[in-house]
């Protein structure tokens, strides 16, 4: 019967008897169908539990971190779970992006990138044929180089990837021309070189003059926004191991080039033994 022919009476509790059935409708559209379970909730990391407050603070001290720069993550950690999600985007894909390749520790007996490719002018210029790059770190140099082109710098890719057998060759040389302790300040032993990884490029000139460019200058300001960053910087020799060099750039990825300037003050060094060490301290 439609309500309109409802006898006055009926017609004044109508609304009081139909709204609290359509809110039961409405409530029943949204209970999960049977079977279906409901998703978790999102689990927000932040370091303030003792267990992964400890962790950190081993993994700071076994980094050899600065005292000011540990405090800082440190504050960081506890105050965000925004470290925690950086911490995490750098832990994943190719673990040769975060490899820890110095003086003390090398890279795996035999390592050869599986996926070398060779440069080509174009956006950049290179100082010799035959130059090659692991092709993520190839495409980067290339976003890179237009970036700076149109800036009216040109980037100039002098050496990239050193073969172990090359890297011998070259350490020798400066053994014999330098001597062993000026050597190792300029170039690693076969095996530690950071070249045998197919991420590095040195630029330009390849000496100490590269920094006052136009493409040292635009490097020093602009790289790490393309996944790029400096090894070896001015004044950190005690930490890096190598003197100074301007013109030395390792492709590391987005992430870890930003996680490097936002949290370890630029010092790729630093972060790569924070890295490190928080994936031994998961080992049992």
Not at 2 to 25: E, G, H, K, N, Q
Not at 233 to 254: I, L, N, Q
Request: net charge positive; hydrophobic share 40%.
């Amino acid at each position: 019967m439609p309500a309109t022919l409802l006898p006055s009476v009926y017609r004044r509790f109508l609304p009081v008897i139909c709204l609290p059935l359509a809110l039961l409708s409405l409530v029943s559209c949204f209970r999960p169908k049977a079977g279906v379970k409901e998703a978790p909730p999102v689990k927000i990391n932040v370091v303030s539990d003792n267990t992964n407050s400890a962790k950190l603070d081993a993994v700071m001290r076994n980094a050899e971190l600065p005292a000011a720069l540990s405090a800082r993550i440190k504050t960081a950690a506890n105050a965000s779970p925004t470290f925690m999600a950086d911490l995490s985007a750098c832990l994943e894909g190719d673990r040769y992006l975060r490899a820890l390749v110095d003086k003390k520790h090398s890279l795996p007996t035999g390592y050869a990138p599986a996926d070398l490719v060779a440069l080509t002018e174009g956006s950049y210029r290179v100082s010799r044929s035959g130059l090659t790059l692991r092709r993520a770190a190839a495409t980067a140099l290339d976003e890179m180089a237009k970036a700076a082109r149109a800036d009216g710098v040109t980037l100039v890719a002098s050496s990239t990837y050193r073969s172990y057998d090359y890297q011998t060759q070259v350490y020798n040389r400066n053994v014999r021309e330098m001597g062993q302790a000026a050597a190792d300040r300029e170039s690693a032993k076969p095996g530690h070189s950071q070249h045998q990884t197919g991420l590095v490029v040195d630029f330009g000139s390849i000496d100490d003059s590269f920094a006052a460019t136009a493409a040292g200058r635009w490097m020093k300001s602009n790289a790490s926004r393309f996944g790029w960053s400096l090894s070896f910087p001015d004044g950190y020799e005690a930490v890096t191991g190598y003197r100074w060099e301007s013109w030395h750039y390792r492709y590391v990825g987005k992430p870890l080039a930003a996680f490097i300037d936002n949290y370890f003050d630029g010092i790729q060094q630093y972060a790569l033994r924070f890295l490190y060490e928080w994936e031994q301290a998961d080992k049992p």
